[in-house]
Structure formats: C-alpha cells, structure tokens
Nanobody, 126 residues
Framework: QVQLVESGGGLVQAEGSLRLSCAASGLTFSRSALGWFRQAPGKEREFVAAISRNGGSTNYADSAQGRFTISRDNAKNTLHLQMNSLKPEDTARYYC???????????????????WGRGTQVTVSS
C-alpha cells in the first residue's frame, strides 16, 4: 500500500520560511517522479513544483520560481519543499504526489500523478 505523508506545515508570518517534507512508503521511490501541489479554499488544486527521479531536474510554477526549492533524498524515501519569502497568497493545503510511471517529464498536470498524500496546511499571515 502506497503512503505519502506530508509534514512541516504551520503558521508563519509573511517573508518567513517553512520546510515541508513528504515521507513515502510502498512504492519504488527512486523510480517515481514527484511533485508538490497546493489548494487554497475555494480554488482548484494547482501545481507548485516537480522533480525528476534522480533529482537532477526540477520544474516550478511561476509563483514558486525563485522562492521555493524542491528536493528529494532517495536513500530516505523523502521529498522536501523549502519555501522562503512566503506571502499570504501562499496560504493553502500542500500535497505531495507521486508519478510512478513517469512519461511526461516534470509534469505539472494533476492527472499524471498516481498517488497523493493528505496534505499539510500552510498559513501565511500578513
């Protein structure tokens, strides 16, 4: 059974930082492309960042570029998202996702991801 469990969310002031983590089990982690998505109340889930199987390539949404860094540790089956210079508009529930049969490299599309965590809440106050 595949499990993705996010952690590291919380309440932070604007311009602050948070580091999200996602612990994976039940899948061949090193063969899976991974991504972070987020969903704010009343809005659709949106792409944040994606990383290739070996961590050598990444893709970011325009809103995350330059402020967020996605990384992975294949030895520990863990995915991270370092978020700096946070803004109130970053407030959302953040989800990690795994694409276990990656065809589209660094996909930003929700439909390409096979497994999802339950998310961790990030709230940025102004």
């Amino acid at each position: 059974q595949v499990q993705l469990v996010e952690s590291g969310g919380g309440l932070v002031q604007a311009e602050g930082s948070l580091r999200l983590s996602c612990a994976a089990s039940g899948l061949t982690f090193s063969r899976s492309a991974l991504g972070w998505f987020r969903q704010a109340p009343g809005k659709e889930r949106e792409f944040v960042a994606a990383i290739s199987r070996n961590g050598g390539s990444t893709n970011y949404a325009d809103s995350a570029q330059g402020r967020f860094t996605i990384s992975r540790d294949n030895a520990k089956n863990t995915l991270h998202l370092q978020m700096n210079s946070l803004k109130p508009e970053d407030t959302a529930r953040y989800y990690c996702a795994a694409d276990v049969f990656p065809i589209t490299a660094l996909s930003s599309s929700l439909v390409d991801y096979d497994y999802w965590g339950r998310g961790t809440q990030v709230t940025v106050s102004s």
